[in-house]
């Protein structure tokens, strides 16, 4: 480790934004949305790019380190404490609309950002003590059945059209978030019912994660409402919403346009890293855990994220991640900046 890897430390400045802003009240109840969508934008345009890679050295040091690790883990109280003080203060406080709407939204922001993209990091790794953090960060935004979704169909699927999480070329951003959330979570409980007959088991097992995700969510907002008040979890509903809504802002951008090909077979090509979109400005990597450097982690999925590498031939988005989800909510201008960059071979009908 070097004190170079303190960079990550970065991806913290979401949640203590949310709390900056709480404990400030006000307008100061969206300092959130605010930095991430305005500031952190500005700052992407304004520091350069770093496409370098790592040498072998400086993998093999990283590889094993816990603090890489401790990074990852450190978001669970964090998530959960600004969580608990969220719905506190909605059910407590004399709030304008306003100021409900800004809670809400900082909330949900840092429930994507620091909940489920952690999540997604370590839905990938190989131990049940990562596996099952992964599913407990998932729970605040009610989406845990992205875990057997994005693990066993959306990494053989992606850049297809039968995978729900890769947007089409032409689509919008604001079709592409109905036509994702239903259609991965369908995915989800068919391929749930495929690995639980493979396996030789039963509906009612404990290997039925879609069942058993599916009771503790609804137990989850039924807690919420007792320990607040009732309606306290229809609160909690709207920040998973935002924060789910933000996890498909960014599989909107991650691949879209991107198509594999068929094969005589019937089957499709292999993934390669030419099937993603790549950033590699700076404050999206750091962020938001490399995320950006999407290529590399469909290559590889279980490849922690500190040592994923940029691939010359992956097509590199002209903007980071959070300009370009921002972007993606103007579909002229956003169609006009990435449409010029889809490989000609790829805009074909999919159908």
């Known amino acids: 480790m070097k004190w170079s890897d303190l960079k990550y430390l970065a991806a913290y400045c979401f949640p203590l934004v949310a709390i900056a802003g709480f404990l400030a009240g006000g307008i100061f109840y969206w300092a959130t949305p605010v930095f991430a969508f305005v500031l952190v934008p500005i700052l992407e345009i304004t520091f350069p790019v770093d496409a370098k890679n790592l040498d072998n050295e400086d993998k093999e040091q990283r590889k094993a380190h816990w603090f890489f690790d401790l990074l990852l883990y450190l978001n669970l109280p964090l998530i959960y404490g600004l969580l608990g003080y969220s719905l506190w203060m909605l059910t407590v406080s004399d709030l304008s609309v306003a100021e409900i709407g800004g809670i809400?939204?900082?909330?949900?922001?840092?429930?994507?950002s620091n909940g489920i993209n952690v999540a997604?990091?370590?839905g990938h790794r190989q131990?049940?003590?990562s596996r099952t953090m992964a599913k407990i960060l998932l729970l605040p935004s009610l989406y845990t059945h992205f875990y057997i979704e994005h693990n066993f169909g959306h990494h053989l699927n992606a850049a297809t059209p039968e995978d729900p999480a890769t947007a089409r070329l032409n689509q919008t951003v604001y079709s592409f978030w109905f036509t994702s959330v239903i259609r991965q979570y369908f995915s989800a409980w068919r391929i749930q019912l495929r690995l639980l007959k493979n396996e030789g088991n039963a509906f009612f097992s404990v290997k039925n994660d879609m069942l058993w995700g599916g009771i503790v969510q609804v137990c989850y907002l039924v807690l919420v409402g007792f320990i607040f008040e009732p309606y306290t979890a229809f609160y909690a509903l709207a920040i998973a919403v935002v924060s789910f809504v933000l996890l498909e802002s960014i599989n909107y951008i991650e691949h879209y346009g991107l198509l594999r090909t068929k094969l005589d077979s019937g089957r499709y090509e292999r993934v390669k890293a030419i099937h993603s979109w790549n950033s590699n400005h700076i404050m999206g990597r750091i962020m938001l855990y490399e995320l950006t450097r999407h290529s590399d982690h469909h290559y590889r999925a279980s490849k922690k994220y500190q040592l994923l590498d940029n691939h010359?031939?992956?097509?590199?988005m002209p903007y980071g991640y959070p300009t370009s989800m921002v972007l993606s909510l103007c579909p002229?201008?956003?169609f006009y900046i990435m449409?010029?960059?889809i490989p000609e071979a790829m805009k074909?009908?999919?159908a």
């Open 104 to 112: 809400i939204f900082s909330c949900g922001f840092v429930m994507g």
């Open 120 to 122: 997604h990091e370590l």
């Open 127 to 129: 131990d049940r003590f």
């Open 312 to 316: 010359l031939e992956s097509p590199q």
């Open 332 to 334: 002229p201008l956003w």
């Open 339 to 341: 449409n010029k960059r």
């Open 348 to 350: 074909v009908d999919p």
